[in-house]
């Protein structure tokens, strides 16, 4: 059984989106800029040692949580529902290679791996962007990683699991780490700390612009997590799942797929001229799973064969050709002095 690529081209309603927007700008969906001269605040920022150092959110170095994820042997071994949200995560515990780590863990929608509000290709899109311009200490996106879970250990957590594709025997999902010490954003962003305070406006800025580039639509505020240490108080993306210009997003918050900050560390503009058209297509295919004689789907680095089945994690051509334009406006805005760098 063959599957085509996921991920379809999504449709216009143009009078709903205009209603919807329409009730945004009422709302008011504008944060307040800094109120001290611009010259003052700039010079503080770039005169600060940045980048700041690492934080204690990460319970393992991000790419060696990215070598877990891709261990042949995963087993879930608990998992219990997380508070908030409405997606069906879990916090669970994983085991692999006999280490044990904790993990986000989302069972994708069945058959496709597709859901309006639960998309791993998304997930993984959003975690591979931010390695364009940030460094691993630096990311404001958990490691993500889309895995299919064995059915009969699976079902010790789940007594009714069924195989995410039919004639497999496993569960499709997205697993992300578990970050520490954090918690609910309020505000996601403050203008007046971002002047005065530089290791928040380095962190926040690359939020921004991580954000703007994958087009974030779900500002709910249990979707942006901050550090809890105050010297170095940093906010994470924990849910990327709307995003890539996803129609049904809430439409009642200030939503982050635009610029809030009013300038952006000069190295990551630098990094993000460096990126090419060739960088953005290859997120066509970020992951391949490809189902083997034992109903177990795995990675597969291959072209699939005609006749096996397979799920292809990537961005449409839609959302790589806007993703590319969303790159090409934000530079061509700093060389207008639109927006400052530090």
């Not at 599957?3 to 379809?8: D, E």
């Not at 999504?10 to 800094?34: D, E, H, N």
């Not at 690492?54 to 949580?65: I, L, Q, R, S």
Request: glycine residues 4%.
């Amino acid at each position: 059984m063959r599957r085509a690529p996921i991920g379809q081209r999504r449709s216009k309603l143009a009078t709903f989106a205009t209603f919807a927007a329409a009730l945004v700008l009422f709302s008011g969906c504008w944060y307040s800029q800094p109120d001290e001269p611009t010259s003052r605040w700039l010079a503080t920022l770039a005169d600060a040692p940045l980048p700041p150092p690492a934080g204690n959110n990460w319970p393992v170095p991000p790419t060696e949580a990215e070598k877990i994820f891709a261990a042949d042997s995963l087993q879930l071994v608990d998992a219990r529902r997380t508070v908030g949200g409405n997606t069906g995560a879990t916090r669970a515990h994983l085991i692999a290679d006999g280490r044990r780590i904790e993990v986000k863990w989302k069972a994708a929608p069945a058959d496709t791996a597709e859901g309006w509000n639960n998309t791993p290709r998304r997930e993984m899109a959003a975690f591979e962007i931010q390695k364009w311009f940030l460094r691993p200490e630096d990311y404001v996106v958990a490691p993500a990683a889309a895995r299919c879970l064995r059915l009969g250990e699976y079902r010790a957590i789940d007594s009714e699991a069924q195989p995410t594709v039919r004639g497999t025997k496993c569960v499709i999902g997205t697993l992300s780490l578990w970050l520490e010490n954090l918690e609910i954003a309020k505000p996601i962003y403050d203008p007046q700390r971002f002047i005065r305070d530089p290791p928040y406006a380095y962190h926040i800025a690359n939020l921004n612009v991580l954000t703007y580039l994958v087009e974030h639509q779900d500002a709910r505020a249990d979707n942006f997590l901050a550090a809890t240490d105050a010297a170095n108080r940093r906010v994470f993306s924990i849910d990327n799942g709307i995003t890539f210009g996803e129609l049904r997003h809430n439409y009642l918050v200030i939503n982050w797929d635009r610029i809030h900050v009013p300038a952006i560390p000069s190295e990551t503009i630098a990094a993000l001229r460096k990126v090419t058209r060739d960088d953005v297509d290859a997120l066509a295919s970020i992951v391949v799973l490809v189902a083997g004689p034992d109903g177990m789907m795995r990675p597969s680095s291959a072209e699939p064969p005609t006749d096996t089945a397979f799920i292809r994690f990537g961005l449409t051509p839609t959302e790589r050709d806007e993703l590319w334009q969303r790159i090409r406006d934000l530079l061509d805005r700093v060389d207008r002095g639109e927006i400052l760098t530090f």
